[in-house]
Each structure stands twice: as structure tokens, then as C-alpha cells.
């Protein structure tokens, strides 16, 4: 065996049981076709196997890939004409998107991430109008991208079954509307009415057809409880039962979301859904950020994860989750940049600094996340979350060789004290710019600014002529109903809290 040396000179390979960063010096990464093979000193590698090309070399830092374990679209819905609003009135807003096609728009949003450093995303695929042949035609044209790309995905449809534009049924609210509205918002809202056995369908189908795919692993995705009946929720948990697959679910992203749940329950979300057996290692919750110290010890309690998504909660107004709440309850928690980060792309590296610095807390003995907890929710954790939990989110022996080679110089330039701990200074001060080599199963994915697979200015000229065009009639069409829905939809929630 030669395979490929992956050099540095220094190896972030992993966290220690208590946390701490692993980290080997002057090593190199022995990979054989998508696997890491071996992991030592460098001259030792280089003459145990010295037909092996190289990979990296002096001036360059290895770390695992990252994981951005929460995802939804590919041009951010600011881009395409949706505001950032609070939550609930965001969803009759982005009736003002542009269509773009499914290729196209996951092509967009993979470039920013891997150009970041990301390696494996979550895409949760939210809203897909039309029958089951439609949706599983656009969830195929997403997965054929990540593929094109080289990249790896965790797709999931999610699983809604009522209350599509407000938190109560969707006949309550069209019959609510004046009258010239709901003509066009009932035939909006039942695009979108795929029945609920159709749906299940759909993961099924999905499942079946990219069982054998290395870079491809389905999920399900019970959407949200105000999204969900009891009788949904009780399918989702039969489907995580029979098949072992992990769950993500939205939860508790708002405060009317949790009023939602004490009206509709008379008590906690989490508590809910646990009567239905979903609570437990297979799932992550996504956002969390009203759910209350009993929330967080349930949670801990059964062995679910969290998915934190920082940039999201900012803008849409959704709250600040308790992070060193949830880190000091040991729940595992992983970073998402959603719909789109702080800056509206998909920068991980810049969502990472934004989750440590948010969350430090005034006074001088008050707990803040550090940059270790921040990194290895950014890989060991987040790849928890996913189905190739276990083969991910670290750099050893056996593990898929998914790799990122960082420019030190471009870290540090000009200076860097270097009596500061390395992981603190790579979470600190590494930008999209020092993303030299990304490699996902050992196959360089990304070099110098240049994706191998793919040419990246060719897809956004794509997007560019797409989107340079009027706006369909359809479109012009939806751009309105979402202006004239939003005051009957604030108005919904306006006594609420």
C-alpha cells in the first residue's frame, strides 16, 4: 500500500475524554482510498511508504473536518427577496423568494462551506410542493449536487402534517383572511399538502436508493410539534424504532413556540414529544432556546444531542439558547449556520467565532464556552448528529479521511504570540482565506481557491442569468401574497405574549 501523506505540522486529531485537544507534531495522516489508514511522525511515514504523494507540508495545520449540522437552502432567502423577519412572520415573507433551480442553489451554498472548511452538512429539506414524485425528483437534484461536488450530506425531508403559515390549522387560517386572500393562500397552502404516508414514502424511497452511496446518509426529520400531530409524532418514532435512523427536529426556536406547546399541552415541548419514545441518543434538537433547565436535564438525561444555531437565533429574533447551559449539562452540542450566517453565507469558520464570543457572559467568574468546546462542537459533535456518527469528526485510524489543511501564515500574518493554545488561535482569527486543501473521504475536494470537481464560476453565472430575468408571473404572483399575509399573520400572534 502507498496511499497519500497528508502532512502538517501539527495534527488536530481529536478531543480527550475530559476535552482537551489531541494534537501531534511534524505528523502526517497515512490515507488508503477514503479511509485514514495511520497517523504518526511524518519521516517515519515517509519512509515506511516512499512512493506516496503529498498532501500539505511545512506551514500547514490538519484539522477534522467540520460539520454544519443545520442547513436548509442554497442562496440565502435574503438574496432572494425575503426579509429578515421574527420567525413566524418570516415564513408568509419568503412567499417572496425567487425559484432557483435545486443543482444550482445547493451548488452555492456547498461552495461557501467547503471553501470554510466544511466537509458534511445536514440538509434538512423543509418545504418541497407537489406529489411524491416531485419532491423525491428535487430532494434527488440536492443529493446529485453534494455528490458533483465531492461533498458529504445528511438529507432529510421533513415530516409536516398541519399548521403550514400559522401555529393553528390551516382552514382556521384561510377562513380568517378577507376574502380575496384565500382563493390564492388555500391553493398555496395545499402545494404543499403531501400526505403524511406520502411523505414517510418518500424517506423510504430516499433511503433505499443511496443505502449503498459513501458520501450520502438519510435521516428523518419530524419537522417541529406545532407542525406535527400526535399521530405524526407517533410515526416518527416507529420509523426511528425500525430503521435505527437519527432524527433532527426543530424545537422550542421561539417564545411563541413555547406557548404553542403550554397551550396545546399545558407543559413542555420536550415532555411531549419524550411520551412518544423520541427523546433519546438518536436526536438532535435544533435551536433549543426556550427550552427551560428541566428542558436541558431531560435532555441530558436521555442522551440526546443539540444543535446550536447562533447567526440564526440573531436574526430572526428567535433568543439567545442557553449555551453554557447546555454544555455544562454534558448534552452534546453541534454548530449549524441554517438558513444563512451572521454575514448571509455559509462561513463555519466565522459561525464558530461568533458562537464563542456571543455567549461569554458578564462578570468575571461567569461560565463561558472555550475555544475547544466551540471546535469540537464544530466536528466530533456535530458529527454526532449525522449518520456517519462514529466514521466522522475526527482524524484517526479506520475514520474517513476527511481533512482540512489550514495556511498557518494566513491565520497568523503578521504575528501571533505563540505561547497561546492553538485551537484558541485557529477559532479566533482562522478565515475562509486560510482554507488551503479540504479532502472529503481522501479526495481533494478543494485546493488554492479552486473546487477540482466543479466550476464554481460557471454555476453562480448560472444563478446570475437565472435570477437576472423578471420575475415569472407566478412568482409576481406569490411576491404579493406575501405582502398582503403579513399583517392577518401578526395579527394572529399578537396577544400571545
Known amino acids: 500500500m502507498s496511499g497519500t501523506l497528508v502532512v502538517a505540522d ?205 458520501l450520502i446518509g438519510i435521516q428523518i426529520a419530524p419537522s417541529n410539534l406545532h407542525w406535527l400531530s400526535d399521530a405524526a409524532l407517533e410515526s416518527a418514532a416507529r420509523i426511528a424504532e425500525a430503521t435505527g435512523a437519527p432524527m433532527h427536529m426543530h424545537l422550542l426556536e421561539t417564545p411563541y413556540q413555547a406557548e404553542y406547546a403550554r397551550r396545546r399541552t399545558g407543559g413542555s415541548a420536550l415532555e411531549h414529544i419524550d411520551r412518544f419514545g423520541l427523546v433519546g441518543p438518536q436526536l438532535t434538537i435544533g435551536h433549543g432556546v426556550w427550552m427551560t433547565p428541566d428542558d436541558i436535564a431531560l435532555l441530558a438525561e436521555r442522551g440526546g444531542c443539540l444543535c446550536h444555531n447562533c447567526s440564526s437565533n440573531l436574526r430572526l429574533k428567535s433568543g439567545t439558547a442557553d449555551l453554557n447551559g447546555f454544555l455544562a449539562s454534558g448534552v452534546p452540542v453541534a454548530l449549524g449556520i441554517d438558513e444563512a450566517g451572521i454575514n448571509d453565507d455559509r462561513d463555519m469558520l466565522q459561525e464558530m467565532r461568533l458562537a464563542l464570543t456571543l455567549h461569554r457572559a458578564p462578570g468575571h467568574a461567569s461560565p463561558c464556552p472555550t475555544a475547544t468546546q466551540i471546535l469540537r462542537m464544530a466536528t466530533e459533535h456535530g458529527a454526532a448528529t449525522t449518520p456517519f456518527a462514529g466514521r466522522i469528526g475526527r482524524l484517526a485510524p479506520g475514520r474517513l479521511a476527511d481533512i482540512v489543511l489550514l495556511d498557518w501564515r494566513a491565520v497568523t500574518w503578521p504575528h501571533q504570540d505563540p505561547g497561546l493554545p492553538l485551537v484558541d488561535v485557529l477559532v479566533r482569527r482562522a478565515k475562509a482565506g486560510a482554507v488551503r486543501t479540504v479532502l472529503v473521504g481522501g479526495e481533494t475536494v478543494y485546493h488554492d481557491g479552486r473546487f477540482t470537481r466543479v466550476d464554481r464560476d460557471a454555476v453562480l453565472e448560472a444563478i446570475a442569468r437565472a435570477l437576472d430575468a423578471p420575475r415569472s408571473e407566478a412568482e409576481m404572483a406569490l411576491a404579493r401574497l406575501a405582502k398582503a399575509l403579513h399583517g392577518p399573520v401578526a395579527a394572529f400572534y399578537r396577544d400571545w405574549i
Open 10 to 214: 501539527r495534527i488536530v486529531t481529536g478531543f480527550a475524554a475530559d476535552g482537551t485537544p489531541e494534537i501531534v507534531e511534524d505528523a502526517a495522516i497515512l490515507v488508503d482510498g477514503a479511509t485514514i489508514a495511520a497517523i504518526g511522525p511524518a519521516s517515519d511515514l515517509r519512509r515506511a511508504h516512499p512512493e506516496a504523494p503529498e498532501v500539505g507540508g511545512r506551514g500547514m495545520v490538519a484539522i477534522p473536518g467540520l460539520v454544519n449540522a443545520h442547513h436548509h437552502v442554497g442562496l440565502t432567502p435574503f438574496q432572494l427577496g425575503a426579509r429578515d423577519q421574527p420567525l413566524e412572520l418570516w415564513f408568509p415573507e419568503r412567499l417572496a423568494m425567487r425559484d432557483v433551480h435545486p443543482r444550482l442553489d445547493t451548488l452555492f451554498s456547498a461552495f461557501e462551506m467547503v471553501a470554510s472548511g466544511v466537509t458534511t452538512v445536514q440538509h434538512l429539506h423543509s418545504r418541497a410542493p407537489g406529489d411524491t414524485d416531485a419532491v423525491i425528483a428535487r430532494a434527488e437534484a440536492i443529493l446529485g449536487a453534494y455528490v458533483e461536488l465531492g461533498m458529504r450530506a445528511s438529507y432529510s425531508f421533513a415530516l409536516r402534517d398541519q399548521n403550514r403559515m400559522i401555529y393553528d390549522a390551516d382552514a382556521a387560517f384561510v377562513a380568517s383572511l378577507p376574502e380575496d386572500l384565500r382563493a390564492p393562500t388555500a391553493a398555496y397552502l395545499t402545494g404543499f399538502g403531501l400526505p403524511l404516508a406520502d411523505q414517510i414514502a418518500v424517506f423510504h424511497a430516499l433511503r433505499d436508493r443511496w443505502a449503498a452511496a459513501p
